[in-house]
């Protein structure tokens, strides 16, 4: 069965480090993978996507993700990090039926002042 | 939230009831999402539709049941037969079902079930 997973539930550090929040997948086939964030109480933003080609993705706030395909995963990366990036982060991969998203459960980041 | 709306924010009712969710987009997307969200288990699929008088169930359709009688709009039913029915419910939009088009969510209900 597809999958994917976030091993960190959660991510703290502080303002102006580079941050990494992990994902890895297990897909059938090519696979399509997506990062979105979510603030409290709110829906979720779509940050970027990867489809095929540079395995470096690049997407919105400054944020850009790392595909790699020899270990299963597509970290996200920032190498600033703001306080106002405090959130919930979700990473995502297409369903084998290219239907649906199939979400892991989400890393809260914490970023310091 | 890009131009899907949910209402309402939150919504409270009795053990027992029925309840519709509301979820409209003006997007023109041919696909929308119904998703349950639980602290700590991410987001899990509850229904699907791809196109207009059609829909599919996700993961854990029962409890629930859905309509699609407009392209805009995607409304969910929260029956009395799901048995915890308390949670974050968010609906989304896709300009089609194909992997590489990127969802667009609408702000969220919070259904309080006492």
């Known amino acids: 069965a597809q999958s994917v997973a976030q091993p960190e539930d959660q991510v703290n550090v502080a303002e102006g480090n580079p941050l990494t929040v992990k994902c890895t997948y297990s897909?059938?086939?090519?696979?399509?993978l997506f990062w979105y964030v979510q603030y409290p109480n709110r829906g979720l933003q779509f940050l970027l996507k990867?489809?095929?080609?540079?395995?470096l993705v690049k997407g919105s706030y400054g944020f850009e993700a790392e595909f790699n395909k020899s270990q299963t995963s597509f970290h996200l990366k920032k190498p600033s990090a703001l306080v106002s990036d405090s959130a919930l982060y979700f990473c995502a991969s297409a369903n084998q039926a290219g239907t649906a998203l199939i979400f892991g459960k989400g890393t809260t980041l914490s970023v310091s002042s | 939230d890009g131009g899907i709306t949910q209402s309402p924010k939150y919504l409270f009712r009795k053990e027992g009831q029925n309840v519709t969710l509301s979820c409209e987009q003006n997007l023109n997307h041919d696909a929308m999402y119904w998703y349950r969200q639980d602290p700590g288990q991410g987001l899990r699929l509850i229904y699907y539709s791809q196109i207009v008088n059609d829909f599919q169930k996700g993961d854990i359709a029962e409890g629930y049941s859905v309509s699609r009688e407009k392209k805009e709009s995607f409304p969910l039913t929260v029956t009395s037969a799901q048995k915890n029915p308390t949670a974050f419910y968010l609906c989304?939009?896709?300009?089609?079902?194909?992997?590489?088009?990127?969802?667009?969510f609408g702000p969220g209900t919070r259904l309080t079930v006492t």
């Open positions: 989304a939009s896709a300009l089609s079902s194909a992997q590489s088009y990127e969802q667009y």
């Open positions: 990867y489809i095929t080609g540079d395995n």
């Open positions: 897909v059938s086939g090519n696979p399509y």
